[in-house]
Structure formats: structure tokens, C-alpha cells
């Protein structure tokens, strides 16, 4: 993603269509669901081509949770 240009932008409509799409067809829409694209070492990213990671199917709490403070 990082590496995306302004040409590359019907590119990258399509691929939300397509994420759109997988929840959909998952039944996952009508609940709720979560588009990640990790983008470099930082975010965890492995895999390096532009993809996007769908969940859902349950309650997804905050991106960025921090454990309950004892």
C-alpha cells in the first residue's frame, strides 16, 4: 500500500469492493466488519503485496487495547 500511486487508485477501489464482497458472502456485512492493510515492518506486515484482511463474526474490540491495569 505504501508504494501506491494516484494510477493505482481504480486498482485499489476495486480491492475494497472485493473485501466488501468476501464479508458479504462470509455474512459478516449486516453485523460488522474490519478492513486491515498492514503496511511495513511496524504493523506486523509479512507479506509484501498490497492485500487487505477481513474480520469479523464477532465483537472486534479496539485496535490498539491495552491490558486491564492490576
Not at 9 to 28: C, D, N, P
Not at 49 to 70: C, D, S, T
Amino acid at each position: 500500500m505504501d508504494a501506491a500511486e494516484p494510477e493505482d487508485a481504480l486498482l485499489l477501489g476495486k480491492l475494497m469492493l472485493a473485501a466488501q464482497r468476501v464479508a458479504r458472502e462470509a455474512g459478516i456485512a449486516e453485523s460488522g466488519y474490519r478492513l486491515i492493510n498492514n503496511c511495513n515492518p511496524d504493523s506486523g506486515q509479512e507479506v509484501y503485496h498490497v492485500h487487505i484482511h477481513v474480520m469479523g463474526g464477532e465483537k472486534l474490540g479496539p485496535l490498539n487495547a491495552r491490558p486491564a491495569q492490576a
